[in-house]
Protein backbone atom coordinates (compact mmCIF):
# COMPACT_ATOMS: atom_id res chain seq x y z
CA UNK A 1 0.00 0.00 0.00
CA UNK A 2 2.68 2.77 0.73
CA UNK A 3 4.77 1.39 -2.44
CA UNK A 4 1.38 2.28 -4.61
CA UNK A 5 0.58 5.33 -2.65
CA UNK A 6 4.48 6.36 -3.65
CA UNK A 7 4.01 5.71 -6.65
CA UNK A 8 0.72 7.40 -7.58
CA UNK A 9 1.94 11.15 -5.72
CA UNK A 10 5.09 10.41 -8.07
CA UNK A 11 2.89 9.95 -11.21
CA UNK A 12 0.80 13.53 -9.80
CA UNK A 13 4.17 15.84 -9.21
CA UNK A 14 5.25 14.35 -12.73
CA UNK A 15 2.46 15.11 -14.53
CA UNK A 16 1.64 18.67 -13.07
CA UNK A 17 5.63 19.55 -14.05
CA UNK A 18 5.16 18.06 -17.91
CA UNK A 19 1.97 20.84 -18.18
CA UNK A 20 3.87 23.87 -16.74
CA UNK A 21 6.32 23.51 -19.32
CA UNK A 22 4.14 22.24 -21.83
CA UNK A 23 3.14 23.73 -25.41
CA UNK A 24 -0.21 24.04 -26.91
CA UNK A 25 -1.10 24.12 -30.90
CA UNK A 26 -4.71 24.68 -31.89
CA UNK A 27 -6.33 24.07 -35.26
CA UNK A 28 -4.11 22.40 -38.31
CA UNK A 29 -1.56 19.73 -37.58
CA UNK A 30 -1.40 19.77 -33.63
CA UNK A 31 1.38 17.39 -33.90
CA UNK A 32 4.16 20.30 -35.61
CA UNK A 33 4.24 22.60 -32.73
CA UNK A 34 6.64 25.72 -33.32
CA UNK A 35 10.08 25.09 -30.75
CA UNK A 36 9.79 28.09 -29.73
CA UNK A 37 5.64 28.69 -29.11
CA UNK A 38 3.94 27.99 -25.88
CA UNK A 39 0.57 28.54 -27.83
CA UNK A 40 0.31 28.39 -31.27
CA UNK A 41 -3.01 28.59 -33.65
CA UNK A 42 -2.23 27.69 -37.35
CA UNK A 43 -5.80 27.58 -39.48
CA UNK A 44 -6.72 28.63 -42.64
CA UNK A 45 -9.93 30.34 -42.16
CA UNK A 46 -10.21 31.27 -38.90
CA UNK A 47 -8.92 34.01 -36.45
CA UNK A 48 -7.88 34.91 -32.93
CA UNK A 49 -10.72 37.10 -31.44
CA UNK A 50 -8.85 39.17 -29.29
CA UNK A 51 -11.13 40.86 -25.90
CA UNK A 52 -12.15 44.12 -26.90
CA UNK A 53 -14.09 47.35 -26.24
CA UNK A 54 -16.25 49.95 -28.01
CA UNK A 55 -14.34 52.83 -26.94
CA UNK A 56 -11.63 54.32 -25.02
CA UNK A 57 -13.62 54.43 -21.42
CA UNK A 58 -13.67 50.98 -21.34
CA UNK A 59 -10.22 50.36 -21.23
CA UNK A 60 -8.93 49.32 -18.11
CA UNK A 61 -7.71 52.11 -15.51
CA UNK A 62 -9.66 54.50 -17.19
CA UNK A 63 -10.27 57.88 -15.50
CA UNK A 64 -11.03 61.16 -16.94
CA UNK A 65 -9.10 63.20 -14.00
CA UNK A 66 -5.81 62.02 -15.23
CA UNK A 67 -4.43 64.30 -17.47
CA UNK A 68 -3.86 61.30 -20.08
CA UNK A 69 -7.72 59.90 -19.30
CA UNK A 70 -5.53 56.73 -17.41
CA UNK A 71 -4.02 55.93 -14.24
CA UNK A 72 -0.48 54.44 -14.36
CA UNK A 73 -0.12 50.92 -13.55
CA UNK A 74 3.20 49.44 -14.62
CA UNK A 75 2.57 46.05 -13.52
CA UNK A 76 -0.37 46.09 -16.55
CA UNK A 77 1.76 46.89 -18.95
CA UNK A 78 1.83 44.82 -22.08
CA UNK A 79 -2.37 44.34 -21.98
CA UNK A 80 -3.73 44.28 -25.11
CA UNK A 81 -7.86 44.66 -26.70
CA UNK A 82 -8.83 45.42 -29.42
CA UNK A 83 -10.11 49.16 -30.12
CA UNK A 84 -13.95 49.33 -32.42
CA UNK A 85 -13.28 53.25 -31.94
CA UNK A 86 -10.36 53.46 -33.80
CA UNK A 87 -10.60 49.88 -35.41
CA UNK A 88 -6.91 49.04 -33.81
CA UNK A 89 -4.73 46.91 -31.56
CA UNK A 90 -4.80 49.20 -28.72
CA UNK A 91 -1.77 48.11 -25.90
CA UNK A 92 -0.86 49.33 -22.24
CA UNK A 93 2.47 50.32 -21.84
CA UNK A 94 2.33 50.91 -18.27
CA UNK A 95 0.82 54.49 -18.16
CA UNK A 96 -1.61 55.26 -21.15
CA UNK A 97 -3.28 53.09 -24.31
CA UNK A 98 -1.61 53.62 -27.46
CA UNK A 99 -2.67 52.02 -30.84
CA UNK A 100 -0.38 48.95 -31.52
CA UNK A 101 0.97 50.78 -34.77
CA UNK A 102 2.14 53.71 -32.05
CA UNK A 103 5.49 53.91 -30.55
CA UNK A 104 5.43 54.26 -26.63
CA UNK A 105 7.32 57.68 -26.07
CA UNK A 106 9.18 55.87 -23.34
CA UNK A 107 11.14 53.55 -26.33
CA UNK A 108 12.64 56.88 -27.99
CA UNK A 109 16.34 56.28 -27.06
CA UNK A 110 17.99 59.38 -28.58
CA UNK A 111 15.11 61.68 -27.08
CA UNK A 112 14.58 64.01 -24.23
CA UNK A 113 11.59 66.76 -23.78
CA UNK A 114 12.63 69.00 -20.30
CA UNK A 115 9.44 70.06 -18.23
CA UNK A 116 9.43 72.55 -15.88
CA UNK A 117 7.95 72.37 -12.00
CA UNK A 118 9.84 76.26 -11.44
CA UNK A 119 7.78 79.29 -10.44
CA UNK A 120 6.82 81.30 -13.14
CA UNK A 121 8.71 84.37 -14.48
CA UNK A 122 7.75 87.88 -14.96
CA UNK A 123 10.07 89.92 -17.30
CA UNK A 124 9.09 94.35 -17.64
CA UNK A 125 10.57 96.61 -20.32
CA UNK A 126 10.97 99.69 -19.22
CA UNK A 127 11.62 102.41 -21.79
CA UNK A 128 13.84 99.40 -23.77
CA UNK A 129 15.80 98.12 -20.62
CA UNK A 130 14.95 94.90 -20.13
CA UNK A 131 16.47 91.74 -18.35
CA UNK A 132 16.31 87.84 -20.44
CA UNK A 133 16.41 85.60 -17.31
CA UNK A 134 17.22 81.68 -17.73
CA UNK A 135 13.86 79.57 -18.08
CA UNK A 136 14.44 76.72 -15.56
CA UNK A 137 13.99 72.87 -17.03
CA UNK A 138 14.41 70.45 -15.50
CA UNK A 139 14.23 66.31 -15.17
CA UNK A 140 10.45 65.35 -14.58
CA UNK A 141 10.34 62.05 -15.99
CA UNK A 142 6.40 62.27 -16.03
CA UNK A 143 5.14 60.24 -18.77
CA UNK A 144 1.69 61.75 -18.18
CA UNK A 145 3.35 64.89 -19.66
CA UNK A 146 5.30 63.26 -22.06
CA UNK A 147 8.40 64.42 -19.65
CA UNK A 148 11.37 61.88 -20.03
CA UNK A 149 14.93 62.25 -20.43
CA UNK A 150 16.19 58.94 -22.49
CA UNK A 151 19.42 61.27 -23.81
CA UNK A 152 20.81 60.85 -19.89
CA UNK A 153 20.77 64.86 -19.63
CA UNK A 154 22.03 66.79 -16.37
CA UNK A 155 20.93 70.20 -15.34
CA UNK A 156 22.48 72.64 -13.14
CA UNK A 157 20.56 74.73 -10.40
CA UNK A 158 21.33 77.62 -13.12
CA UNK A 159 19.50 76.10 -15.46
CA UNK A 160 22.26 74.87 -17.56
CA UNK A 161 21.78 71.50 -19.97
CA UNK A 162 25.17 69.36 -20.71
CA UNK A 163 24.76 67.60 -23.41
CA UNK A 164 26.37 64.06 -23.12
CA UNK A 165 27.69 62.69 -26.29
CA UNK A 166 28.55 64.76 -29.61
CA UNK A 167 26.19 64.46 -32.62
CA UNK A 168 23.16 66.55 -33.92
CA UNK A 169 20.90 67.54 -32.11
CA UNK A 170 16.98 68.76 -33.29
CA UNK A 171 16.25 71.55 -30.30
CA UNK A 172 12.51 72.56 -30.17
CA UNK A 173 11.38 74.68 -26.87
CA UNK A 174 8.22 75.97 -26.85
CA UNK A 175 7.38 78.50 -23.74
CA UNK A 176 3.73 79.84 -22.71
CA UNK A 177 3.35 83.25 -21.73
CA UNK A 178 0.84 85.52 -21.15
CA UNK A 179 1.07 89.44 -20.77
CA UNK A 180 1.50 91.13 -17.51
CA UNK A 181 0.32 94.50 -18.22
CA UNK A 182 1.83 97.49 -19.50
CA UNK A 183 1.51 100.44 -21.79
CA UNK A 184 3.19 99.45 -25.69
CA UNK A 185 3.19 101.93 -28.64
CA UNK A 186 3.89 100.05 -32.02
CA UNK A 187 4.85 96.65 -31.06
CA UNK A 188 5.86 94.27 -28.26
CA UNK A 189 7.28 91.01 -28.87
CA UNK A 190 7.88 88.06 -26.25
CA UNK A 191 11.95 86.78 -27.22
CA UNK A 192 13.45 83.28 -26.57
CA UNK A 193 16.74 83.12 -26.96
CA UNK A 194 19.00 79.26 -27.46
CA UNK A 195 22.15 79.61 -26.30
CA UNK A 196 25.40 77.53 -25.84
CA UNK A 197 28.48 77.14 -24.07
CA UNK A 198 30.74 75.54 -26.30
CA UNK A 199 33.32 72.90 -24.40
CA UNK A 200 35.84 73.43 -26.77
CA UNK A 201 35.65 77.71 -26.94
CA UNK A 202 34.18 78.22 -23.22
CA UNK A 203 36.35 81.30 -23.28
CA UNK A 204 34.05 83.10 -26.01
CA UNK A 205 31.21 83.02 -23.14
CA UNK A 206 27.61 81.92 -24.12
CA UNK A 207 26.85 82.18 -27.89
CA UNK A 208 23.33 82.35 -29.40
CA UNK A 209 22.48 79.86 -31.58
CA UNK A 210 18.60 80.53 -32.84
CA UNK A 211 16.56 83.57 -31.52
CA UNK A 212 12.58 83.64 -32.05
CA UNK A 213 10.08 86.54 -31.75
CA UNK A 214 6.26 86.24 -30.96
CA UNK A 215 4.43 89.50 -31.32
CA UNK A 216 1.87 90.24 -29.24
CA UNK A 217 0.24 93.87 -30.71
CA UNK A 218 0.27 96.83 -31.67
CA UNK A 219 -1.24 99.80 -29.65
CA UNK A 220 -1.79 97.45 -26.24
CA UNK A 221 -2.96 98.77 -22.76
CA UNK A 222 -3.45 95.28 -20.88
CA UNK A 223 -3.88 94.15 -17.63
CA UNK A 224 -2.58 90.72 -18.26
CA UNK A 225 -4.80 88.39 -19.54
CA UNK A 226 -3.80 86.95 -23.32
CA UNK A 227 -1.82 83.73 -23.58
CA UNK A 228 0.23 82.66 -26.30
CA UNK A 229 3.29 80.32 -26.73
CA UNK A 230 6.65 81.33 -28.81
CA UNK A 231 8.25 78.02 -29.92
CA UNK A 232 10.77 77.47 -32.60
CA UNK A 233 12.87 74.21 -33.99
CA UNK A 234 16.62 74.21 -34.72
CA UNK A 235 19.33 71.75 -35.67
CA UNK A 236 23.08 71.98 -34.35
CA UNK A 237 25.77 69.90 -33.92
CA UNK A 238 26.89 69.86 -30.22
CA UNK A 239 29.92 68.14 -28.62
CA UNK A 240 29.57 66.16 -25.22
CA UNK A 241 30.51 68.40 -22.29
CA UNK A 242 28.60 71.25 -24.15
CA UNK A 243 26.18 73.33 -22.76
CA UNK A 244 22.94 74.67 -23.82
CA UNK A 245 20.44 77.45 -22.18
CA UNK A 246 16.88 79.04 -23.00
CA UNK A 247 16.06 82.68 -21.90
CA UNK A 248 13.42 84.68 -22.30
CA UNK A 249 12.60 88.54 -22.50
CA UNK A 250 10.25 91.25 -24.14
CA UNK A 251 11.12 93.78 -26.80
CA UNK A 252 9.43 96.63 -28.73
CA UNK A 253 9.61 95.50 -32.06
CA UNK A 254 8.73 99.24 -33.00
CA UNK A 255 7.32 101.69 -30.72
CA UNK A 256 7.82 102.50 -27.34
CA UNK A 257 7.23 100.08 -24.36
CA UNK A 258 6.22 101.66 -20.98
CA UNK A 259 6.47 99.37 -17.93
CA UNK A 260 4.95 96.43 -20.73
CA UNK A 261 5.78 92.88 -19.44
CA UNK A 262 5.13 89.20 -19.91
CA UNK A 263 4.84 86.29 -17.74
CA UNK A 264 6.48 82.94 -19.14
CA UNK A 265 4.31 80.16 -17.39
CA UNK A 266 7.19 77.37 -16.38
CA UNK A 267 4.89 74.89 -15.26
CA UNK A 268 2.41 75.04 -17.83
CA UNK A 269 1.90 71.65 -20.05
CA UNK A 270 2.37 74.06 -22.99
CA UNK A 271 6.05 74.82 -21.99
CA UNK A 272 8.58 72.36 -22.55
CA UNK A 273 12.39 71.49 -24.19
CA UNK A 274 12.47 68.65 -26.62
CA UNK A 275 16.00 67.73 -27.56
CA UNK A 276 16.70 64.84 -30.17
CA UNK A 277 19.68 63.38 -31.20
CA UNK A 278 19.77 62.21 -34.86
CA UNK A 279 21.15 59.21 -36.24
Do not use: C
Not at 29 to 37: K, T
Not at 157 to 185: C, H, M, Q, W
Not at 234 to 252: E, H, P, S, V
Amino acid sequence: MTKKTIALNVFIVTAIGSMAFAQVKIGNRPEAVHPRAMLQVENNTKGIMLPNVENHTQLPHYNPSQPDLYENKQEDNGLIFYSKEIKDVVKYDGYRWIAATEKSIKNYKNLSILGSGSADVTVANVLGITGRPTLQFQILNNPDRNNINNLNLTVNTDGEITIPSDGFYRINPSVKSSNAGGLSVGNAATIISLQALYVNASGDGWQKIHENSFLLSGLLVTAGSSNSINSFSTTKFLKAGDKIRLRGGIQADSGLNVGAGVTFKMSDKDTFLYIEKLN
